[in-house]
C-alpha cells in the first residue's frame, strides 16, 4: 500500500548524512508497492498514541507533530483524491468527523502495524489517492481504554486559557467505538498598525487596531463499528461543535495632516455564534465471489451568526454608534453514495456507482446606517435600514455523479487506475434574487505508477477537477478585508472553475529506512477562474463581486525530503525539508494585463527537524516555513493589495514519564512574525492609474501562543 508524501529535498551533503541502519527495519511488499511498518519498529520512542508512531515514519506529517492532512473534504466525497487515512482498510464516513482526527484517540498498544500504500488496488476503500496511510488494529478481546490531555495556552496579551479533551475507546464483541470530547482554547488578540500617505506621498493617517477574539471550541464526537457477520459492517460516527467567536475591537486614528494630530477613537462589539454537527456512516457487504456493495451518507449543518456594530467615541466620552451590520447563515449538506466492486480478470477490476449530493446556503444580511433619509429601527440597532441587493437569498445544488472504476494490475510493477465521472447539476437562487441554471461535465481521470525498483517509483496523473462553489459568493456578505467598506456584493451567475491537473513524480526510498526523496512537476489549466469582477450599477457607484473571470495556467516544481541523520551520529534525528516553487497567468478583467493568480506566492521553503533520546524519554524538534515575496497581489475594482510576511516558526519540547504520562511545550508562531499589506487606493476605478492614498499596515497573526500539554491513556 503507498507512502506518498512531499518531503524537501536537502543538500546532497544532508544526503550523505542519512546513511543510517536502524534496528528494526520497516517492510516492503513489492506486489504492491506497500511499505508495512510493525509496531515493534515503534518501540524505541515509547509511543502513546497512533498519531505518535505516525510522526516517527519519514515523510509523514509535520516534523513538530502535527496532524496528517487526509482529503475528505472539497466537492462531494469524490472517489479519492489527495491523501486518505483507512483504519482496518475502512475510510471514515464523514467530511468535519475525520479519521484523522482519531489517531491521537487510538493507544499505541492497539496497533499492529501501520502500512503506506504506494500502489493502487480495486481491494482498497478509496481510490486515485496520492498517499493512503492505513493504520491496522490488533484483533483483542473485549478492552476499553481512555485517553485525556490536559492543556493551558498563554496568548500575546499574557492571560491564560484551559482545555482539554477525553476519550474513551474499546471493543465489545462485534463492536468498537471511540468516544471522546474535547474543549480548545482558540482566543487570538490581533494587532495591527497601519500609515497611510495620499496620492502626492504626504502623510494622511496612521490607524492602530486591537482586535480580541475570545472563543473556545467545544466538540463531542463519536464513532461506531458494528461488524454484523464476517461477510457485512456498519459503521457510523457523528459530531456536534459550537465555535463562538465573540470579538471587541479597538481602533485608534491618528489624523496626521492637522498639527497637532487629532486622534480619534471607535469600538466594535462583534458577538458571533458559530455551530455545526454531522452524521454519517456506511454499510458494506462482501459477496462470496469477492464482489462488493457499498452505501455511503454524510449529513451535516453549519448554523452562523454574527452583529457587527461600531462605536465612535465623542470628545466628552459618549459613544455614538454609526454602524450596524447583522449576518447569518445556514449552510446544509446531504450526500449519499452507492457503488458495486467486482473483478473482471485475476489483474482487473471494475467499481461502478452514483453519487447524490444537495447543498443548500440561507442567507440574510442587514446593514443600519446613520442616515438623515428613513426611520431609524430597533431591529437595526435603532440606526436606519439601508437596501442591500440580494441580501436575503437561498441557494441549492443538486448534483447526480455516475461513475466508473477500471483499476489494472498490468504487471508486479506497473498499475493503472482510470476513472470516468459524468456530473448533471442544477442550481438554483431565490428570495431577493430568483436564478436557475443546469450543467454537465465529463471528469475523467488516469493514475499510472511503475516501480522501477522496490525503492523507485514513478508517477504520473491527469486529471479534470470541477471546484465546489462558495454559495457564499452568491449573495451579499459582510467585508472583513476593508474597514472602509460594510458589504461586498454577491453574484447569481457564478459557474463552477474546472481545471485540468497533470503530475509527475519521482520517488525515491533510501535503503535501510534511510529516509525519502522525491520530486513532482505539475501543470493545471484553469478554466472559468473565480476572481473580483466589476458590477457596478453606475461609474458613480463601483462595486465588486466574485465572478469568472476567464481561463488561465499554474505550473510548478516540488522537491521533498525526510532524512534521518545516522552519518552524524544522531540516527534518531529525522530532519525534513520542502521546496516549492511555482507560477500563474490569467488575464485581469479589470486592467487587461496578464498577471499571476490573485495571493498566488512565487513559492515556499520549509525546514524542519525532530530529535528523540529515547533513553531519556525526550524528543523535541521545530519547523521554519517561509512564503517566498514578490508580486503577490490582490486586484479589485478601484484597489490593488500587495501581500508579504515573515517566517513562520514552531517549536516544541515532549517528555514522556512513566506509565505513559506526556508532557509537551509548543510555541507557535514562536517568533511573533508579521504580515504586511500594501494597498493601493484608486481615484475612481483602477482604470484611471491615478493613486488617491497608499496605505501600509503589519499585523502580528495573533502573536506568539505559549502551550503546555499533559496527555495519557489508562
Not at 515514519?57 to 472517489?79: C, M, Q, Y
Not at 493551558?152 to 468498537?176: C, E, I, M, N, T
Not at 521554519?624 to 484597489?639: H, L, S, V
Request: glycine fraction near 8%; proline fraction near 4%; charged fraction near 25%.
Amino acid at each position: 500500500m503507498i507512502f506518498q508524501t512531499r518531503v524537501p529535498l536537502l543538500s546532497a551533503v544532508v544526503l550523505a548524512g542519512a546513511l543510517f541502519s536502524p534496528g528494526t527495519q520497516a517492510q516492503e511488499s513489492t506486489a504492491d508497492s506497500t511499505i508495512i511498518y510493525p509496531s515493534t519498529y515503534f518501540v524505541e520512542w515509547s509511543p502513546v498514541t497512533a498519531q505518535d508512531m505516525i510522526t516517527r515514519i519519514p515523510g509523514i506529517g509535520n516534523p513538530t507533530g502535527g496532524g496528517f492532512a487526509s482529503g475528505n473534504g472539497g466537492r462531494g466525497l469524490g472517489s479519492g483524491g489527495g491523501n486518505q487515512i483507512l483504519i482496518d482498510g475502512k475510510r471514515m464516513p464523514g467530511k468535519e468527523n475525520q479519521a484523522s482526527d482519531q489517531l491521537s484517540r487510538i493507544p499505541a498498544e492497539n496497533v499492529r502495524h501501520i502500512e503506506l500504500i504506494r500502489g493502487t488496488s480495486g481491494a482498497l476503500d478509496v481510490r486515485g489517492s496520492d498517499l493512503i496511510l492505513n493504520v491496522i488494529l490488533l484483533e483483542s478481546m473485549d478492552s476499553n481504554t481512555i485517553s485525556y490531555e490536559v492543556n493551558s495556552d498563554r496568548f500575546r496579551d499574557g492571560h491564560v486559557q484551559p482545555g482539554g479533551k477525553l476519550g474513551y475507546s474499546g471493543q465489545s464483541g462485534a463492536f468498537s467505538y471511540v468516544l471522546s470530547a474535547e474543549a480548545e482554547p482558540r482566543d487570538n488578540v490581533f494587532l495591527s498598525k497601519e500609515t497611510s500617505r495620499l496620492g502626492d506621498f504626504s502623510l494622511n493617517d496612521e490607524v492602530r487596531e486591537e482586535r480580541d477574539r475570545e472563543q473556545t471550541s467545544y466538540t463531542l464526537s463519536a464513532n461506531i463499528g458494528y461488524d454484523i457477520n464476517p461477510q457485512s459492517s456498519l459503521r457510523l460516527n457523528a459530531l456536534w461543535s459550537e465555535n463562538d467567536d465573540p470579538t471587541d475591537v479597538l481602533r485608534w486614528t491618528k489624523d496626521l495632516r492637522v498639527s497637532p494630530n487629532k486622534v480619534s477613537l471607535e469600538r466594535e462589539d462583534i458577538p458571533g455564534e458559530r455551530e455545526n454537527w454531522e452524521v454519517g456512516g456506511d454499510y458494506q457487504y462482501s459477496f462470496n465471489n469477492g464482489s462488493r456493495f457499498k452505501f455511503l451518507f454524510i449529513v451535516n449543518e453549519e448554523d452562523d451568526s454574527s452583529i457587527r456594530e461600531r462605536y465612535r467615541v465623542l470628545d466628552d466620552g459618549t459613544e455614538e454608534k454609526n454602524l450596524f451590520l447583522a449576518t447569518a447563515s445556514i449552510e446544509e449538506e446531504r450526500i449519499f453514495r452507492t457503488s458495486y466492486t467486482m473483478s473482471l480478470t485475476e489483474v482487473q477490476d471494475i467499481e461502478m456507482g452514483v453519487e447524490r449530493a444537495q447543498t443548500t446556503l440561507d442567507s440574510s444580511l442587514g446593514l443600519g446606517l446613520i442616515s438623515a433619509n428613513g426611520t431609524p429601527s430597533p431591529a437595526f440597532g435603532g440606526l436606519v435600514p439601508q437596501r442591500v441587493n440580494n441580501a436575503n437569498s437561498e441557494v441549492e445544488e443538486i448534483r447526480y455523479e455516475p461513475f466508473i472504476v477500471h483499476n489494472w494490475q498490468i504487471n508486479s510493477r506497473m498499475s493503472l487506475e482510470s476513472t470516468l465521472v459524468y456530473e448533471v447539476s442544477e442550481i438554483t437562487q431565490s428570495g431577493d434574487v430568483s436564478n436557475k441554471r443546469d450543467f454537465s461535465f465529463v471528469k475523467p481521470k488516469v493514475d499510472w505508477r511503475f516501480d522501477l525498483t522496490p525503492s523507485f517509483q514513478l508517477r504520473a496523473s491527469a486529471e479534470k477537477i470541477v471546484r465546489q462553489l462558495d454559495f457564499g459568493d452568491f449573495v451579499a456578505s459582510n467585508d472583513n478585508q476593508d474597514n472602509d467598506a460594510e458589504t461586498q456584493a454577491g453574484n447569481a451567475n457564478l459557474k463552477q472553475e474546472q481545471v485540468l491537473r497533470t503530475d509527475f513524480t519521482a520517488e525515491y526510498r533510501l535503503p535501510n529506512d534511510m529516509g525519502v526523496v522525491d520530486g513532482t512537476l505539475f501543470w493545471m489549466k484553469h478554466k472559468d477562474v473565480i476572481d473580483r469582477i466589476d458590477v457596478s450599477p453606475s461609474p458613480d457607484n463601483l462595486q465588486s463581486a466574485n465572478g469568472n473571470i476567464g481561463d488561465g495556467t499554474m505550473y510548478g516544481l516540488n522537491l521533498n525530503a525526510s532524512l534521518r541523520m545516522g552519518l552524524l551520529n544522531m540516527p534518531n534525528l529525522l530532519v525534513t525539508s520542502r521546496f516549492n516553487v511555482q507560477d500563474s497567468e490569467i488575464t485581469d478583467p479589470f486592467l487587461g494585463v496578464e498577471r499571476r493568480f490573485t495571493n498566488h506566492n512565487r513559492g515556499r521553503l520549509q525546514v524542519g527537524f525532530r530529535h528523540d533520546i529515547p533513553r531519556w524519554n525526550i524528543n523535541y524538534g521545530m519547523n521554519w516555513n517561509n512564503r517566498f515575496d514578490g508580486n503577490m497581489k490582490r486586484y479589485d475594482i478601484d484597489d490593488l493589495e500587495l501581500l508579504a510576511g515573515d517566517p513562520n516558526v514552531q517549536v516544541f519540547v515532549q517528555i514522556i514519564a512513566a506509565g505513559g504520562t506526556t508532557f509537551r511545550f509548543d510555541a507557535r508562531n514562536a517568533t511573533n512574525n508579521l504580515s504586511c499589506r500594501e494597498r493601493q487606493r484608486f481615484l475612481g476605478a483602477i482604470t484611471s492609474g491615478i493613486i488617491e492614498e497608499i496605505e501600509d499596515q503589519c499585523n502580528n497573526n495573533g502573536g506568539r501562543v505559549l502551550s503546555l500539554k499533559i496527555s495519557g491513556t489508562f
